[in-house]
T-cell receptor, first 116, second 115 residues
Framework: SAVISQKPSRDICQRGTSLTIQCQVD?????MFWYRQQPGQSLTLIAT?????????ESGFVIDKFPISRPNLTFSTLTVSNMSPEDSSIYLC?????????????FGQGTRLTVV | DAKTTQPTSMDCAEGRAANLPCNHS???????VYWYRQIHSQGPQYIIH???NNETNEMASLIITEDRKSSTLILPHATLRDTAVYYC????????????????FGKGTHLIIQP
């Protein structure tokens, strides 16, 4: 398993501003992902954070809105840009720590974002 | 879209076994069944996964039908702390390591353990 720390745990932001969420893992991981969970909904994958290259985004998510960095094997950031109230969600970091075969993903506790 | 179907909610008495069903009639031969749960205000927690044989760990048992079109997650002695949303996810066991990947979550089953 892995210990995943997300910062901040929650924030209230003004519309039009940006927030950067950090995900730090206590060990090197093979894969990192970012998910969004809108109020009362299930989780939706935003993107795969690739080390040293651009993230791979799912349909409906774009780099200009959700820029992602992953400078090394233990750290990634997700920025929510030019926020609107519709961006109010929980944002979660997820990692795969073991080999790419037959292993599970682990999740951080999430960042609860409220945009006013 | 998610490839699984689960009941929206279930109740179970504390101390009894909680049996959570999942239908995955379109599962492919190389796809595993994964179970995660999400306790309120926390990130999802991995429970168990399996291919075709029944699996058991310290948290739960997973029973997969012979035709693999459905499965049941069993929490043998449910406690109040097991109240959560349980997600059944079907996917290949390997991570591509090269791009778009991740878990596809459906709506899950909200399990409520009653005292």
């Amino acid at each position: 398993s892995a210990v995943i720390s997300q910062k901040p745990s929650r924030d209230i932001c003004q519309r039009g501003t940006s927030l950067t969420i950090q995900c730090q893992v206590d060990s090197q991981v093979t894969m990192m992902f970012w998910y969004r969970q809108q109020p009362g909904q299930s989780l939706t994958l935003i993107a795969t954070a690739n080390q040293g290259s651009e993230a791979t985004y799912e349909s409906g998510f774009v780099i200009d809105k959700f820029p992602i960095s992953r400078p090394n094997l233990t750290f990634s950031t997700l920025t929510v840009s030019n926020m609107s109230p519709e961006d109010s969600s929980i944002y979660l970091c997820s990692v795969v720590t073991g080999p790419l075969q037959n292993t599970e993903a682990f999740f951080g506790q999430g960042t609860r974002l409220t945009v006013v | 879209d998610a490839k699984t179907t689960q009941p929206t909610s279930m109740d179970c008495a504390e101390g009894r076994a909680a049996n959570l069903p999942c239908n995955h009639s379109t599962i492919s031969g190389n796809e595993y069944v994964y179970w995660y749960r999400q306790i309120h205000s926390q990130g999802p927690q991995y429970i168990i996964h399996g291919l075709k044989n029944n699996e058991t760990n310290e948290m739960a048992s997973l029973i997969i039908t012979e035709d693999r079109k459905s499965s049941t997650l069993i929490l043998p002695h449910a406690t109040l702390r097991d109240t959560a949303v349980y997600y059944c996810i079907v996917r290949v066991a390997s991570w591509s390591g090269g791009g778009a990947d991740g878990l596809t979550f459906g709506k899950g089953t909200h399990l409520i353990i009653q005292p």
